[in-house]
T-cell receptor, first 114, second 114 residues
Framework: GNSVTQMEGPVTLSEEAFLTINCTYTATGYPSLFWYVQYPGEGLQLLLKATKADDKGSNKGFEATYRKETTSFHLEKGSVQVSDSAVYFCALSGSQGGSEKLVFGKGTKLTVNP | KAGVTQTPRYLIKTRGQQVTLSCSPISGHRSVSWYQQTPGQGLQFLFEYFSETQRNKGNFPGRFSGRQFSNSRSEMNVSTLELGDSALYLC?????????????FGPGTRLTVT
């Protein structure tokens, strides 16, 4: 079945540091890939997405490129801020029969210190 | 537009009891999915409803059930509660039908089973 593997962390960085969170996936067919973010005490929010190979999703300074050859979708940000502290989830959607089901990685907790 | 709302936000139940959680999707959204979030297992898909029909189901025992009403509101029920059912239950809505995987999450219901 479909699965997602991401570095679990926790990751602790200083403000303005470079961020990479690795994500790889196993899937049949051509899934869409996502990064969701969960701030303390809240539900998940869609951060960015990519629907086909070589697509780059970007939002709020975060980027991730859909790499079919390496089955990866690594999240990057050039300069993190304290407000980026949250848990980040990589996810895929297999789009089977129109289903919206998401398969998530375990999540990576990011803490950014001033 | 109002976001996804979930009630109640917090719930404490005793082992053996049953519980019903409610979710109101974003206006116009016809697909509602439920996820269980625990520290050990992460985010796991429970089920998905679209136009009052269950479209997909995860690997959970029959004690977990759900339904969707004609106004797209959804409820999930857990009978004969076990200690391991303690979790954050997240509801997510989407327009539905396209299988995009792009979902909007509510803040969750924190269920504690004692």
């Amino acid at each position: 079945g479909n699965s997602v593997t991401q570095m679990e962390g926790p990751v602790t960085l200083s403000e303005e540091a470079f961020l990479t969170i690795n994500c790889t996936y196993t899937a049949t067919g051509y899934p869409s890939l996502f990064w969701y973010v969960q701030y303390p005490g809240e539900g998940l929010q869609l951060l960015l997405k990519a629907t086909k190979a070589d697509d780059k999703g970007s939002n709020k300074g975060f980027e991730a490129t859909y790499r079919k050859e390496t089955t990866s979708f690594h999240l990057e940000k050039g300069s993190v801020q304290v407000s980026d502290s949250a848990v980040y989830f990589c996810a895929l959607s297999g789009s089977q029969g129109g289903s919206e089901k998401l398969v998530f990685g375990k999540g990576t907790k990011l803490t950014v210190n001033p | 537009k109002a976001g996804v709302t979930q009630t109640p936000r917090y719930l404490i139940k005793t082992r053996g009891q049953q519980v019903t959680l409610s979710c109101s999707p974003i206006s116009g959204h016809r697909s509602v999915s439920w996820y269980q979030q625990t520290p050990g297992q992460g985010l796991q898909f429970l089920f998905e409803y679209f136009s009052e029909t269950q479209r997909n189901k995860g690997n959970f025992p029959g004690r977990f059930s759900g339904r969707q009403f004609s106004n797209s509101r959804s409820e999930m029920n857990v009978s004969t509660l076990e200690l391991g059912d303690s979790a954050l239950y997240l509801c997510a809505s989407s327009l539905g039908g396209q299988g995009t995987g792009e979902q909007y999450f509510g803040p969750g219901t924190r269920l504690t089973v004692t």
